[in-house]
Structures are given as structure tokens and as C-alpha cells.
């Protein structure tokens, strides 16, 4: 199977970086806006729910740099940006399915 990204059990240095596209493909504007990042593991309760930076608005990218103990769980996981616009309402990213992550285990 092929992940969107795989990283080695314990790695913080590399950024998911983002950019969040409507259904035409074109970049979402993320002006007064709040992201949310979420990762549970399958078949799983949530291990990460929090708040994504923002590192571009206008042009819809979003960063999840990883914090220690983030990537301390070896495992499958589905993640997927969650938006909440000025008047309130609500859309995920991607939209038509999730962010396959792969974090591998240490050797022996």
C-alpha cells in the first residue's frame, strides 16, 4: 500500500505542509479562520486533535509541525484538516477521503 507520508517512530524535524483546495481544485482562503488537524490511528480512539498553523491564508496552507511524543506510536493513521469559517460553518480537508500517514517502527 502507498502512504501520502511516512515517517520513522520518534521524527519531528519534517512539517506536514498543505494546502487546502475546494472541490474545482482551487485553494481555499483561510482568512479568519481556524484549522484543526486530526490523526487516530484505525480502528482506534484520536491521538492528535489540534489546532494547525496557518501559514499562508489567502493561498490556503496549513502546517502540522510534529511535537515530541506525536510520532512516539508506530501505526497506520488517517488525518484529515478541519475548518471553521468566520460565521461558523464547517468543512474537512481533504474532501473526498484522508491523509494516509505511515509512521514505522525502530529496527530490532
Known amino acids: 500500500m ?6 520513522k517512530r ?3 524535524r519534517n512539517a506536514i505542509k498543505a494546502i487546502l483546495k ?16 486530526r490523526m487516530p490511528p484505525l480502528n482506534r480512539p484520536a491521538v492528535i486533535s489540534r489546532a494547525a498553523h496557518i501559514e499562508n491564508a489567502a493561498a490556503g ?3 502540522v509541525v510534529w511535537a515530541p ?4 506510536t508506530a501505526g497506520v493513521y488517517r488525518a484529515e484538516f478541519e475548518v ?3 460565521d461558523g460553518r464547517r468543512e474537512t480537508f481533504p474532501n473526498g477521503g484522508y491523509i494516509s500517514i505511515r509512521i514505522l517502527g525502530d529496527l530490532g
Open 2 to 7: 502507498s502512504y501520502d507520508i511516512t515517517i
Open 10 to 12: 520518534g521524527d519531528t
Open 22 to 37: 475546494d472541490s474545482s481544485g482551487n485553494p481555499v482562503n483561510l482568512e479568519n479562520c481556524h484549522v484543526k488537524f
Open 61 to 63: 496552507e496549513v502546517w
Open 69 to 72: 511524543g506525536e510520532t512516539d
Open 84 to 86: 471553521v469559517y468566520q
